[in-house]
């Protein structure tokens, strides 16, 4: 089987609405398609994701299909805008969820999300990508994931102005250079881990 990416896009903006989010985490996809990855796209937004801590809230939580398709996949790309200097209250609703993934071990009694590689896309129009990222990494890689080299891709506007990523008329360079290596270094990493495992106890 060849490896597979799932990309979580915590905008605050519901289908159909344009999102600067979703276009960056549509190239990150489509740069892991290049190495041979098949993706997916959920927006949080149209869901019905619980607050709480465990991996079912009970009867409307639709966190569980997206647990499932987490585990199920060889990479998690978690992209979120960035709000106040922070990044989105979806995304921080993620982050709560798979929380629950501290306490579950698999059949070896390893983390459940072990053996995963986990990546981060951010934009806003403001400073702050490298802060919204170190706290993503630091949250993903408790429960388990495995953060690659240059493990995010980002674009951040100049302050006080309205243009969004998606209103460029061109994706910049040194963004475009990153989200590629990026997808590089996930896909080399994912193929890595699916051939080598971690040790269990």
Known sequence: MGLTALA????????????????????VLAELHK?????????????????GV?????????????RQKVLAADILVL???????????LC??????????????DGQGRMI?????????????EDGAHNVAANLFQGLNDVGF??????????????????????LPQTPEKVAQTTAMMARHCA?????LRQARYPAE
Request: glycine fraction near 10%.
């Open 8 to 27: 979580i896009n915590c905008t605050l903006k519901r289908s159909p609405a344009e999102s600067s989010c979703d276009l960056l985490l549509s190239q």
């Open 35 to 51: 190495h041979g990855v098949a993706g997916e796209r959920l927006r949080v937004a149209d869901y019905d994701i619980k607050p």
């Open 54 to 66: 465990t991996s079912d809230e009970g009867e409307g939580d639709d966190w569980p299909m997206f």
């Open 79 to 89: 992209g979120t805008p960035i709000w106040l200097g922070h990044p989105s209250s």
């Open 92 to 105: 921080q609703r993620v982050l709560e969820r798979l929380d629950a993934m501290l306490g579950e071990t």
């Open 113 to 125: 999300a072990v053996d995963r590689v986990a990546c981060v896309a951010v934009v806003g129009n």
């Open 146 to 167: 495995s953060i690659p080299a240059v493990g995010s891709t980002y674009w951040v506007g100049e302050a006080m102005q309205g243009t969004d990523y998606k209103d």
């Open 188 to 192: 080399h990493l994912a193929g890595l």
